[in-house]
């Protein structure tokens, strides 16, 4: 067995252990002669953290996420290109008139109509089609 002696203050080392095994004498340190770290304030040995198997590839899907994260937020910040100037004139809006019958109106010869009244509602900025007698609204120039 192993035997620790105390004096004042001091804690020695433990003692080791001798075996007789055939003849010959073995002398192998006990579990308790081993030093161990204590962590402070508890009677537990300290142990070294181990990464297992599945914690690294956890930590290889976060690393993954957060640059993927990271890529998505970095593609948003691209700044547009400044719409570029469009020459216009202004039309009233009379009684009767819809965007559908303005857009024909000015459309070109085989140009889709519902183009030109996508195209006006954009310029104009509109969120539905139904236009006020008095309106203004803005007409590319031909």
């Known amino acids: 067995m192993s035997t620790v002696a105390l004096s004042t203050g001091r804690i020695t080392a433990p003692r080791s ?3 007789t095994t055939g003849g010959a004498t073995a002398v192998r340190p006990t579990a308790s002669a081993r030093p ?7 009677d ?15 930590l290889v899907g976060l690393g993954l996420a957060l640059a993927a994260g990271a890529g998505s937020i970095a593609g948003q910040a691209v700044a547009e290109a400044p719409i570029a ?15 559908w019958t303005i857009a024909q109106g000015i459309a070109a010869p085989g140009e ?5 009244v996508s195209g006006l509602a954009e310029l104009n900025e509109l969120d539905g089609l139904g236009l006020q007698v008095g309106e203004e609204l803005l007409l590319p120039a031909s």
Do not use: H, K
């Not at 161990?36 to 508890?42: D, K, Q, T």
């Not at 300290?46 to 599945?54: E, G, K, N, S, V």
């Not at 889709?112 to 030109?116: C, H, M, Q």
């Open 17 to 19: 252990e001798a075996r």
């Open 36 to 42: 161990a770290a204590v962590r402070e304030g508890s």
């Open 44 to 58: 537990r040995p300290a142990t070294r953290m181990r990464l297992t198997r599945r914690g690294r590839l956890v």
């Open 85 to 99: 100037e469009q020459a216009t004139t202004t039309v009233v809006v009379g009684p009767g008139d819809s965007l």
């Open 112 to 116: 889709d109509v519902r183009d030109v």
